[in-house]
T-cell receptor
């Protein structure tokens, strides 16, 4: 079953370390979205990528956060010099086309980052 | 805030009862979607309703959309304990982003 695969599922980092979250979209999907969810809250859009292109990163903090979706391999969300406020669940979703056209996003199970 | 508002924030009902969740938004939409999230899991798409549709059914789910009031509702009929989850509405404005609401936490008591 080639669903959206995220790893690691759980990640613990100390303040100042780096966190790398990986996402492999569903087979045939070329659009990847990253969302962040704080406990008891909804999902907040971070970034939208296509292969080798960042389409919209308006929801991503300007500093310490970066995302990529290379021609080969998974999409990576990278958080440098993590702080306690970065603790959250990070969800990746994919679609075969832009959301406005197809609608549905397919989500992974999330990566839960804890910063000590 | 760009996010929609959902109410109630939490809902507790008895198995077999119906559950109704509401979602309001502020801007025009292309479509509105509902997702379900079990505790500690990812989101699962339930149903999509387009801006020119007023009502849609899928199994025990019924979604309505009132674009004049900028609101939508999700009705789950004959609820089951397995329906316990958080439910989110998400609006698409024909761009590439889905904007999610804050969610309704549903508890169905056996």
């Amino acid at each position: 079953n080639a669903g959206v695969m995220q790893n690691p599922r759980h990640l613990v980092r100390r303040r100042g370390q780096e966190a790398r979250l990986r996402c492999s979209p569903m087979k045939g999907h070329s659009h990847v979205y990253w969302y962040r969810q704080l406990p008891e809250e909804g999902l907040k859009f971070m970034v939208y990528l296509q292969k080798e292109n960042i389409i919209d990163e308006s929801g991503m903090p300007k500093e310490r956060f970066s995302a990529e979706f290379p021609k080969e391999g998974p999409s990576i969300l990278r958080i440098q010099q993590v702080v306690r406020g970065d603790s959250a669940a990070y969800f990746c979703a994919s679609s075969p086309d832009r959301t406005g056209n197809t609608g549905e996003l397919f989500f992974g199970e999330g990566s839960r980052l804890t910063v000590l | 805030s760009q996010q929609g508002e959902e109410d109630p924030q939490a809902l507790s009902i008895q198995e077999g009862e119906n559950a109704t969740m509401n979602c309001s938004y502020k801007t025009s939409i292309n479509n509105l979607q509902w997702y379900r999230q079990n505790s500690g899991r990812g989101l699962v798409h339930l149903i999509l309703i387009r801006s020119n549709e007023r009502e849609k059914h899928s199994g025990r789910l019924r979604v309505t959309l009132d674009t004049s009031k900028k609101s939508s509702s999700l009705l789950i009929t004959a609820s089951r304990a397995a329906d316990t989850a958080s439910y989110f509405c998400a609006r698409s404005d024909s761009s590439y982003k889905l904007i999610f609401g804050s969610g309704t936490r549903l508890l169905v008591r056996p």
